[in-house]
Nanobody, 120 residues
Framework: VQLQASGGGLVQAGGSLRLSCAAS????????MGWYRQAPGKQRELVAL????????NYGDSVQNRFTISRDSATNTVHLQMNSLKLEDTAVYYC??????????????WGQGTLVTVSS
């Protein structure tokens, strides 16, 4: 499985940004896709995950009600719509895919990371 992320950039606080992650290769193995992020000096944290078989999602506490994950099965792509961005959302965002159904831990496949910078 290969993951190609796109959509990062610079945005002002309160603004919006949309990330995308396209999967290729043996996509039939993928059960869960989503996003993690890592800010400088901090541990990696879960942002949002989506499970293909039933559409269940899981969000990190800090992004609840601001971020929305969606899945396009036709293109094997997940999108992360990020609204009301805060300075603390600044991080490198990594797309992740899992061959298990869990929504609480990452899978073995990672995208290259895309930087999101929120300015004041």
């Amino acid at each position: 499985v290969q993951l190609q992320a796109s959509g990062g950039g610079l945005v002002q606080a309160g603004g919006s940004l949309r990330l995308s992650c396209a999967a290729s290769g043996n996509i039939a193995r993928i059960g869960v896709m989503g996003w993690y992020r890592q800010a400088p000096g901090k541990q990696r944290e879960l942002v949002a995950l989506s499970r293909s078989k039933d559409g269940t999602t899981n969000y990190g506490d800090s992004v609840q009600n601001r971020f929305t994950i969606s899945r396009d099965s036709a293109t094997n792509t997940v999108h992360l719509q990020m609204n009301s961005l805060k300075l603390e959302d600044t991080a490198v965002y990594y797309c992740n895919a899992n061959d298990r159904w869990t929504l609480t831990s990452p899978g073995p496949w990672w995208g290259q990371g895309t930087l999101v910078t929120v300015s004041s």
